[in-house]
Antibody, heavy 121, light 107 residues
Framework: QVQLQESGPGLVKPSETLSLTCTVS????????WSWIRQPPGKGLEWIGYVHYSGDTNNNPSLKSRVTISTDTSKSQFSLYLTSVTAADTAVYYCARVRTSYTSGWRFDSWGQGIQVTVSS | DIQMTQSPSTLSASVGDRVTITCRASQSVSTWLAWYQQKPGKAPKLLIY???NLESGVPSRFSGSGSGTEFTLTISSLQPDDFATYYC?????????FGPGTKVDIK
């Protein structure tokens, strides 16, 4: 059974870079796509982007070029880097496994517990 | 960008009620639609994928239907564990969008 665990600073200053890591266990990081999703306080879910160990990535256009997602197969981890953060980036950040299938579509079938990140000086 | 809407935003119901939530897409997403359940302080849980396929381990009282731009999630007999917020999510051309959510609370 796959398990995902987010880690990183809970407080980031405005204009700095938010860096989070998701550690995967119970599944090979090479076997799937992996994604980051966030949820501002009291609001809905926003997809941030996904990554595959091969280097295939895609990000939400609303976040423009602020997002980088990468993998470290030696550590079974993938990471999120979000630059130039503002208070609007305050949210619970989730990492998730993307189940992919040409016949059944793509969906998020396993999630981490989430990590609260606050942007404040 | 494909936008998703859900109705109602809040639904008050009793245990045993049949509950239906509607999700609409701003353009056709075929059947590339999933449903999630989220409880306060917890991560979302996948319920339905490809519009009508029940995820393994999810009770059969949950069902999904629809295609194109209109989809429904139905709970045939609401149980105490089902009071939560439900989100739809579309997948199209390697991008994902979630609906704004429907909160199901106790009447």
């Amino acid at each position: 059974q796959v398990q995902l665990q987010e880690s990183g600073p809970g407080l980031v200053k405005p204009s700095e870079t938010l860096s989070l890591t998701c550690t995967v266990s119970g599944d090979s990081i090479r076997s799937s796509y992996w994604s980051w999703i966030r949820q501002p306080p009291g609001k809905g879910l926003e997809w941030i982007g996904y990554v595959h160990y091969s280097g295939d990535t895609n990000n939400n256009p609303s976040l423009k070029s602020r997002v980088t997602i990468s993998t470290d197969t030696s550590k079974s981890q993938f990471s999120l880097y979000l630059t130039s953060v503002t208070a609007a980036d305050t949210a619970v950040y989730y990492c998730a496994r993307v189940r992919t299938s040409y016949t059944s579509g793509w969906r998020f079938d396993s999630w981490g517990q989430g990590i609260q990140v606050t942007v404040s000086s | 960008d494909i936008q998703m809407t859900q109705s109602p935003s809040t639904l008050s119901a009793s245990v045993g009620d049949r509950v239906t939530i509607t999700c609409r897409a701003s353009q056709s997403v075929s059947t590339w639609l999933a449903w999630y359940q989220q409880k306060p302080g917890k991560a979302p849980k996948l319920l339905i994928y490809k519009a009508s396929n029940l995820e393994s381990g999810v009770p059969s009282r949950f069902s999904g239907s629809g295609s194109g731009t209109e989809f429904t999630l139905t709970i045939s007999s609401l149980q105490p564990d089902d009071f939560a917020t439900y989100y739809c999510q579309q997948y199209n051309s390697y991008f994902f969008t979630f609906g704004p959510g429907t909160k199901v609370d106790i009447k």
